[in-house]
């Protein structure tokens, strides 16, 4: 159903705006928690300060979908490894407190997750620095949320969460290799800039490759000269950096068709959030419909940082990908999964297997020499006879036939022994096991894995 | 098994040309029949001349493979219908007295069949007349037999027979619309104007498109003019006809062929008579082993004139040829079969269905505006969503999904409705019942008729 884009937001907000009482249920943990650990920071005479950032702190997070980033920030006196130990050695206390369940985790560098009333905090070490002076990833971070709360009213804060829950139900969000999209950061800095969500969808829906977004006058060309990325957002609190820099030209490219879209049909079928159903039965419907062929990887792949795993998930598509368009097969569009070690690969193809022959095309009949230039070429190769049509040479020729999961099969094999192409990480998890499957047996292997139903949804479109 | 080109053409020889068995039992068999004909119509008081013509008369059947061409040449003052009842009377009246069974037939103009002891004679009328004054298409017959019996020596009739052995191993024999093949006098003279049956073949493998055979000097530009064939014989007998007219452009480029593999490799397998196996058995592992898709089209037609017949399917193959095409199946051959007006179209496909969705290339990611156009025109058609990588996007697209086999039924019912493309008689058998079937069924199909088995098996090259 078609809605005025007024009316589209409106109905937006009413679900990813938070209630006044999960506001103050959030406040009153986050309060208690800040608390117990700035007394315990205290406790050990450390020059270490506690404070709330991400998108709890500038108020941007999606009702009933939030993180709680506790940053402890260090004196650039400490020593790195001082910092880390505290940090761990006073969340973990705090934790215990708490009776929460935790688990160490790694983005640019270790932080500490854990679960307390049911809501996920992440105790992150940093250091406390001025602009220009980083000595981690993370020593920005307070510096966005200074610049967010001080540039973005509530109801952009509220805009925000508008692009950020679109871009999520069409599956743009999330800086990681994994997702390759538009971070929280970025979607602010987008609202900051253009003005709310419509300025930036409509704004989104006419981006150039190479689009520049900055806040103060630079020289585009120069910017493009510097960034390769097709979207080049100036961080604000560091103009050597582009907050977009994740953003692939895959994502690029359907940010403008899902802005393109949603401009000319406001709808929340178009916004997102009722396109896909990730059902086995639905996803199984989807792929009898387009009567393509699907190919799956299956293996359990060494325990390593979600972004290097996803690097070489990514990698391993590409290699495979063009080992099957180099035997002749059109591969459509690929898909991958990788959660709790457990990875998935999967190709949509034209077809899953080739014939052992193919047309080849040779010169018109009027064109002698080439006539007997291509009759000599193969002449012990037409399967079985050249063949003229439409004042044309045609030669049926036998081709080396392999199915694609033969093709990849091959190419696993050769891995696992040691002498393939496949990334490393990635062959330690194909010489545990692994599954090529083609078609249905593709969805039955993955009816309990949610997420790599949903790639597969995603993929085939199943609605 | 290699031979050399002597060897090869020697053993040929032993196989075609008739023992001195052969030639005295049908010389007196001939000799009874004209003696008999000669005596019936002395009685009815016409003037016309009993001969003998073709290939028996010329010397240059194969041995095992006669017809006896029995003309009945009227004078130019008698009228056709006259000449035709004269000649029906007394050769009817000749079979019976013979016991032979006998049947009309129809090529330019009607004649009788009728096989008698064994062999089968064919009783044509015609006129006896000076060149270029033709009453009828057989009127050049007794000069087509006078220049081969001045112009050939025994060795070279014989040469002859092994021209013809060859061709008609490789499928090239045969002037009918169902062949598009050399005839035996194209034979005869070709063995006369390049002296024997390597001659013959070296000079074909070096055959350019427009080669112009003739017996005087002629301007061979304007002839190119004059004839439009691949393959231009000016007759000696009559210079405004080209004897090689049937040879189509395919029977041209495949003798071309033909005729290089026999040079390169002379063998009794490159002659053509170990190549191809008729077992339904061989048909059937040729194309498990090519795996490509067949799909026949099986169907009773009115009993015409078998080349009326096989240009009307000639023209069926050609129109839903056009049809799959259309539809992005790739056709790779085609076959046909009407015996007795028991009819098979196949056409050998690269698969039997397609996908629901196609790959569609779209501009380079780095051209902006194009890729605002490619998403602007496929807005709501991606399934599901653009694609992009290695610098470009593509978008999945929805395709219009049907099996070849549904494709070509849809056109069958529409000619059948009388709101067709097919062509009458074909129309006509289809109308009284047909069948469309695919890969192996058609195989299954054709297990028992012999003349359909071999046309698939010439077309998968079934060895």
């Given at each position: 159903?078609?809605?005025?884009?007024?009316?589209?937001?409106?109905?937006?907000?009413?679900?990813?705006?938070?209630?006044?009482?999960?506001?103050?249920?959030?406040?009153?943990?986050?309060?208690?928690?800040?608390h117990?650990l700035?007394?315990?920071?205290?406790?050990r005479?450390?020059?270490?300060?506690?404070?709330?950032?991400?998108?709890?702190?500038?108020?941007?997070?999606?009702?009933?979908?939030v993180?709680?980033?506790?940053?402890?920030?260090?004196?650039?006196?400490?020593?790195?490894?001082?910092?880390?130990?505290?940090v761990?050695?006073v969340?973990?206390?705090?934790?215990?407190?708490?009776?929460?369940?935790t688990?160490?985790?790694?983005?640019e560098?270790?932080y500490?997750?854990?679960?307390?009333?049911?809501?996920?905090?992440?105790?992150v070490?940093?250091?406390?620095?001025?602009?220009?002076?980083?000595?981690?990833?993370?020593?920005?971070?307070?510096?966005?949320?200074?610049f967010?709360?001080?540039?973005?009213?509530?109801?952009?804060r509220?805009?925000?969460?508008?692009?950020?829950?679109?871009?999520?139900?069409?599956?743009?969000?999330?800086?990681?290799?994994?997702?390759?999209?538009?971070?929280?950061?970025?979607?602010e800095?987008?609202?900051?800039h253009y003005?709310?969500?419509?300025?930036?969808?409509?704004?989104?829906?006419?981006?150039?490759?190479?689009?520049?977004?900055?806040?103060?006058?630079?020289?585009?060309?120069?910017?493009?000269?510097?960034?390769?990325?097709?979207?080049?957002?100036?961080?604000?609190v560091?103009p050597?950096?582009?907050?977009?820099?994740?953003?692939?030209?895959?994502?690029?490219?359907r940010?403008?068709?899902?802005?393109?879209?949603?401009?000319?049909?406001?709808?929340l079928?178009?916004?997102?959030?009722?396109a896909?159903?990730?059902?086995?039965?639905?996803?199984?419907?989807?792929?009898?419909?387009?009567?393509?062929?699907?190919?799956?990887?299956?293996?359990?792949?060494?325990n390593?940082?979600?972004?290097?795993?996803?690097?070489?998930?990514?990698?391993?598509?590409r290699?495979?990908?063009?080992?099957?368009?180099?035997?002749?097969?059109?591969?459509?569009?690929?898909?991958?999964?990788?959660?709790?070690?457990?990875?998935?690969?999967?190709?949509?193809?034209?077809?899953?297997?080739?014939?052992?022959?193919?047309?080849?095309?040779?010169?018109?009949?009027?064109?002698?020499?080439?006539?007997?230039?291509?009759?000599e070429?193969?002449?012990?190769?037409?399967?079985?006879?050249?063949?003229?049509r439409?004042?044309r040479?045609?030669g049926?020729?036998?081709?080396?036939?392999?199915?694609?999961?033969t093709?990849i099969?091959?190419?696993?094999?050769?891995?696992?022994?040691?002498?393939?192409?496949?990334?490393?990480?990635?062959?330690?998890?194909?010489?545990?096991?692994?599954?090529?499957?083609e078609?249905e047996?593709?969805?039955?292997?993955?009816?309990?894995?949610?997420?790599?139903?949903?790639?597969?949804?995603?993929?085939?479109?199943?609605?």
């Amino acid at each position: 159903m078609a809605l005025t884009p007024e009316e589209l937001v409106k109905r937006v907000k009413q679900k990813v705006v938070p209630s006044g009482e999960e506001r103050s249920r959030l406040a009153a943990l986050v309060g208690k928690v800040v608390h117990s650990l700035q007394e315990a920071v205290a406790q050990r005479k450390v020059p270490l300060e506690v404070s709330v950032q991400g998108s709890y702190a500038k108020d941007t997070w999606l009702a009933g979908d939030v993180d709680i980033d506790v940053f402890l920030l260090a004196d650039p006196s400490l020593n790195w490894d001082t910092v880390q130990t505290v940090v761990f050695e006073v969340s973990y206390a705090l934790c215990k407190k708490f009776t929460a369940r935790t688990r160490e985790r790694y983005a640019e560098h270790p932080y500490l997750e854990a679960w307390i009333e049911g809501v996920r905090f992440n105790f992150v070490p940093g250091y406390l620095t001025k602009p220009g002076e980083w000595r981690t990833a993370v020593d920005r971070t307070p510096y966005h949320t200074e610049f967010v709360l001080r540039n973005l009213t509530e109801e952009q804060r509220d805009e925000v969460r508008v692009l950020k829950a679109f871009l999520k139900a069409r599956r743009l969000y999330g800086a990681e290799i994994r997702f390759q999209g538009f971070s929280g950061y970025l979607c602010e800095l987008l609202v900051a800039h253009y003005g709310g969500f419509w300025d930036v969808v409509r704004a989104m829906a006419s981006w150039r490759y190479g689009e520049v977004v900055a806040f103060t006058p630079v020289d585009e060309d120069r910017i493009r000269r510097v960034f390769p990325e097709p979207l080049i957002v100036i961080d604000p609190v560091d103009p050597r950096r582009n907050v977009a820099a994740a953003v692939s030209d895959e994502t690029f490219v359907r940010a403008i068709h899902a802005a393109m879209q949603l401009v000319e049909k406001p709808s929340l079928e178009t916004f997102g959030w009722t396109a896909v159903r990730v059902a086995p039965v639905a996803v199984l419907d989807a792929l009898r419909r387009r009567r393509t062929g699907i190919v799956g990887i299956f293996f359990d792949c060494a325990n390593v940082v979600p972004d290097v795993l996803y690097g070489q998930l990514r990698r391993t598509l590409r290699i495979l990908r063009a080992a099957l368009e180099e035997r002749g097969y059109t591969v459509l569009q690929t898909a991958m999964c990788g959660e709790e070690g457990r990875c998935m690969l999967v190709f949509e193809l034209e077809a899953l297997s080739k014939p052992a022959v193919r047309l080849l095309t040779g010169p018109p009949v009027s064109k002698p020499e080439a006539v007997h230039r291509f009759l000599e070429r193969h002449l012990w190769e037409f399967a079985p006879q050249p063949v003229a049509r439409g004042g044309r040479v045609f030669g049926v020729l036998p081709q080396p036939w392999r199915r694609a999961s033969t093709i990849i099969e091959a190419i696993i094999r050769k891995s696992i022994e040691g002498r393939g192409p496949l990334p490393r990480y990635v062959t330690q998890g194909l010489r545990g096991g692994y599954k090529v499957l083609e078609g249905e047996d593709v969805i039955k292997e993955v009816r309990q894995r949610r997420c790599c139903l949903a790639e597969l949804a995603r993929l085939l479109g199943s609605a």
